[in-house]
């Protein structure tokens, strides 16, 4: 069964750093654009970025570009999220997906998410 | 960067009714479409992609069609366990755009 469960999240004050992480299993990692999708309590879905499965091309929202930095280690089969700078705005339920095919795609496994707060 | 424009914002309708969800992209994104469905406290689950292609276990009530910048979305008999907030995606180039969600509720 295909599962991702994502960690890292927490408090965090503004200016500062988390490093997100998504621990795949039940396929083959590797083969698949990942991306991270974010959700703002009571708000909707916030696409933040994207990375191919060889890990040569990322993508960034424009809210997040220079400041969040997409990784994947395919020896692991874990995809990480660096948050630097971080503000209140980037405050969110994080979501790691998966592509629903190997290349440019809508996302069919999601997990269940890690919750970031930024607060002084 | 493409914007997605959903409407209506919310709805309610009676079980049973035919309920249709628009989303406009504002630039061509050919079928490069999804919806999603996410109940409440619950993580979103694909319903379609390539905007009409039903994702495998959706009920055949969901149907999606559309193409270039306007599409749909269909629930031809709603039911009671389809409340919830829907969301198209734009996923033919990045930023990879969501909607702003349709929250279905029921009369």
């Known amino acids: 069964e295909v599962h991702l469960v994502e960690s890292g999240g927490g408090f965090v004050q503004p200016g500062g750093s988390l490093r997100l992480s998504c621990a795949a299993s039940?396929?083959?990692?590797?083969?698949?654009?990942m991306g991270w999708v974010r959700q703002a309590p009571g708000k909707g879905l916030e696409w933040v970025s994207d990375?191919?499965?060889?890990?040569?091309?990322?993508y960034y929202a424009d809210s997040v570009k220079g400041r969040f930095t997409i990784s994947r280690d395919n020896s692991k089969d874990t995809l990480n999220l660096q948050m630097n700078s971080l503000r209140a705005e980037d405050t969110a339920l994080y979501y790691c997906?998966?592509?629903?095919?190997?290349?440019?795609?809508?996302?069919?496994?999601w997990g269940q998410g890690t919750v970031v707060t930024v607060s002084s | 960067d493409i914007q997605m424009t959903q409407s209506p914002s919310s709805l309610s309708a009676s079980v049973g009714d035919r309920v249709t969800i628009t989303c406009r992209a504002s630039?061509?994104?050919?079928?490069?479409l999804a919806w999603y469905q996410q109940k409440p406290g619950k993580v979103p689950k694909l319903l379609i992609y390539?905007?009409?292609t039903l994702q495998s276990g959706v009920p055949s009530r969901f149907s999606g069609s559309g193409s270039g910048t306007g599409f749909t979305l269909t629930i031809s008999s709603l039911q009671p366990e389809d409340v919830a907030t829907y969301y198209c995606?734009?996923?033919?180039?990045?930023?990879?755009?969501f909607g702003g969600g349709t929250k279905v509720q029921i009369k």
């Open positions: 039940g396929f083959t990692f590797s083969s698949y654009t």
């Open positions: 630039q061509g994104i050919s079928n490069y």
């Open positions: 995606q734009n996923y033919n180039r990045a930023p990879l755009t």
């Open positions: 997906a998966k592509a629903h095919q190997p290349i440019g795609s809508a996302y069919d496994i």
């Open positions: 390539a905007a009409s």
């Open positions: 990375i191919s499965g060889s890990g040569d091309a990322t």
